[in-house]
């Protein structure tokens, strides 16, 4: 203990050094805009630091690295409660009810709440993360693609608690999105499937276009059209849009999201594979499966996007311990961060603590100090992205079409990618104009491809045992978990019909 | 499914996830003994949008549409919908035809006019500077290479980079 305070001293001196310092700045400035693009992902800015990590000493590369990690992941949640347009996938629950906050001109309070929950989250996660890295190693360790596969199956499971209109209908959508993730060359032979010889179908349809079409253009052909209430003025007015920070009594009442949303992130990030999406549907399934009001979710409910928000950035330090005590990396960030301790000689693992401890306690206070830098360059940022609320509607519009299009054609300098933007952008507006719920296709798409990785994995290495996932207690848990979540609303109206009869 | 007139809507999508459950059979890879063949998973999928179709239609049938508040819905403007779903899907048409920077100039201009600006040299002034603006953004200091066009109009793009100095 106390060798851990000396050690975490000596990181706070280090850290504080003017270049390690200015990298956090730096990095977290680079995620949140990164994050916040559509498009422009948190893990593309680290790749394109990598390059310029060549020259530094390997602790400033890594500070850099873990704050655009730590602001990738929060950056998505400003544009998605501002303009309904998440970030990146992991956003997208916050964008639920954050984007409604919005609408009812509670933007200062969404924006104030997200900033503070992520910045608990991650800060909580990195004390975590140095206090608990070597036995929550241990347990991770022993998980196998049986236990990934459960734990998809709990975010995929969640579309009960997410779906609005009907169980029926949110199912249908999911199955739609989880087909949709099955075209394209399919990995284990090698074949193309549901191409039907159309050339850039074979590479697959990647999530990115789904989301930023289903969600951008989609509300945006939906305002323009004029069929929602208030359409083309329904966001906050611009000058109520700056971020103002919760109070310490709001924020002790959502004690308890901010709590399930830390445990959530955490093991969660923890499991190589899972990450922060993962663990953002989850927390916020989860957190509306307590909720005494779970009918009130997604119409700009604090407890969903407090919850949500927490747990992705807390899946930041999770991801860490994997990467730190195992030298296992569990996500492509963190993959990209054990390429650039390897550029620098050191490889991560279990003797990290021992031979680098300088290095490696520099990172866990760089981290806690990102996270709370994090309050005000997310206050900052908030602010200046809130400006273009004051751009008139017709201008916004144009322009947000115009940034999917970048956006869609960077993923890989395709204009196949822009087609499909586009196209899920007209089926989005459809979708919402025929009260089909958008969320659990895009939960779908972007998990679907992971859920039968893991599963048919699973089935080589056990022969075909499908018993496997329930010998296994953690998968069997995990597994009965879920199922208790697709079964609840069933189970919850008949209780409720049979109470009715007995009155 | 307030709009679809009762269960045609899930219907449809069951037919042709049974015709996607079909076509699964049909991939062209005899699976390796012992393992799952490229077909199981997606078949897997199918016949869930299946049921799931099948639990709406009855849902239908039962007039119980369960779950949440349906959006308020008003009646939209066709001329609006029709015009912006043209432009959607027009700028990706024409983008490589005319390159980005007179696609995307075109664009906004378009758009802007249909959603409600009325005022011409606003307008213009937005689309032309709004379109410079990216260029030097996503060209210059991305390096990101955007549609040039074809042809002259490639032609034509190199020449407004060069005078832009973005290349």
């Not at chain 1, 206090?131 to 693609?145: G, I």
């Not at chain 2, 409600?116 to 937005?126: A, F, I, K, Q, S």
């Not at chain 2, 109009?153 to 407004?160: A, H, K, N, V, Y």
Request: contains cysteine; glycine residues 12%.
């Amino acid at each position: 203990m106390w060798e851990t305070l000396a050690n975490l001293a000596a990181g706070l001196a280090a850290s504080l050094e003017p270049l390690n310092f200015l990298m956090i700045l730096v990095g977290l400035a680079i995620g949140i805009v990164a994050g916040a693009l559509p498009g422009i992902t948190m893990l593309n800015s680290i790749v394109l630091v990598l390059p310029f990590t060549y020259l530094m000493e390997i602790v400033p590369s890594l500070l850099l690295m873990t704050s655009i990690y730590i602001g990738g992941v929060f950056g998505g949640s400003i544009t998605g409660i501002l303009f309904n347009i998440p970030g990146d996938p992991m956003n997208v629950p916050t964008t639920w009810e954050g984007y409604q906050l919005n609408k009812k001109g509670q933007v200062r309070l969404a924006l104030g709440m997200a900033i503070m929950a992520s910045a608990i989250g991650g800060f909580l996660s990195a004390l975590i993360l140095t206090f608990a890295s070597p036995p929550f190693a241990k347990v991770a360790l022993t998980f196998s693609t049986v236990e990934y596969f459960a734990v998809v199956v709990l975010g995929l499971a969640s579309v009960v608690v997410i779906g609005q209109v009907s169980v029926a209908g949110a199912l249908m959508s999911l199955f739609a999105g989880m087909f949709l993730g099955t075209v394209g060359t399919e990995a284990q032979y090698g074949i193309t499937r549901f191409a039907f010889g159309i050339k850039f179908l074979e590479t697959g349809i990647d999530f990115v276009t789904v989301l930023i079409g289903l969600f951008a253009i989609g509300e945006v052909l939906d305002q323009l059209s004029g069929s929602k209430a208030g359409a083309g003025g329904d966001a906050a007015a611009p000058s109520t849009s700056r971020a103002r920070l919760p109070s310490p009594r709001q924020l002790w009442a959502l004690r308890g999201s901010i709590v399930r949303g830390l445990g959530t992130g955490v093991v969660i990030g923890a499991i190589p594979g899972a990450g922060a999406t993962v663990a953002s549907f989850v927390s916020y399934g989860l957190e509306k499966q307590v909720s005494k009001e779970p009918e009130r979710f997604g119409t700009g409910v604090l407890e969903g996007l407090t919850a949500s928000e927490t747990s992705v950035n807390a899946s930041t330090g999770g991801a860490m311990i994997p990467l730190l005590t195992l030298g296992i990396p569990g996500s492509g960030a963190t993959a990209v961060m054990m390429g650039a301790f390897l550029l620098h000689g050191v490889q991560p693992g279990p003797l990290l603590f021992s031979k680098s401890p300088h290095e490696v306690y520099t990172i866990f206070v760089g981290m806690l100090l990102a996270n709370l830098i994090m309050i005000v360059m997310g206050l900052l940022a908030a602010r200046s992205f809130a400006q273009l609320m004051k751009v008139p509607e017709p201008i916004l519009a144009a322009f947000i079409i115009t940034f999917c299009f970048i956006g869609a054609y960077a993923l890989r300098n395709d204009m196949a990618d822009v087609w499909l933007t586009m196209l899920f952008g007209v089926l989005g507006f459809f979708m919402r104009r025929y009260n089909l719920p958008i969320p659990p296709l895009i939960l779908g798409v972007i998990l679907g491809p992971l859920a039968e990785q893991y599963f048919l994995t699973s089935m080589v290495s056990y022969g075909n045992d499908v018993t496997v996932f329930f010998t296994r207690p953690v998968s069997a848990a995990v597994l009965l978990t879920s199922a208790g979540l697709l079964l609840w609303p069933a189970l919850k109206g008949w209780l409720a019909r049979r109470k009715a009869l007995r009155v | 499914m307030r709009s679809l007139p009762g269960a045609i809507g899930p219907a449809l999508i069951f037919l042709a996830g049974a015709g996607l459950f079909a076509a699964a059979g049909r991939l062209p890879v005899v699976p390796v003994p012992g393992q799952l063949g490229p077909d199981f998973w997606p078949r897997l999928v199918l016949i869930g949008l299946m049921a799931s179709c099948v639990l709406k239609i009855l849902e239908v049938a039962r007039g119980r549409e369960g779950g949440g508040e349906p959006t308020a819905l008003l009646p939209l403007s066709r001329p609006k919908l029709a015009g912006g779903m043209a432009l959607v899907l027009g700028y990706p048409a024409l983008a490589p035809l005319l390159g980005f920077p007179l696609t995307t100039s075109f664009f906004l201009l378009a758009f802007m006019r249909l959603a409600g600006t009325r005022r011409p040299l606003p307008l213009l002034v937005t689309a032309l500077l709004g379109t410079v603006a990216l260029l030097y953004l996503f060209v210059k200091v991305v390096y990101l290479p955007l549609p040039k066009g074809a042809g002259v109009m490639e032609d034509f793009t190199i020449f407004l980079y060069r005078l832009l100095r973005i290349f």
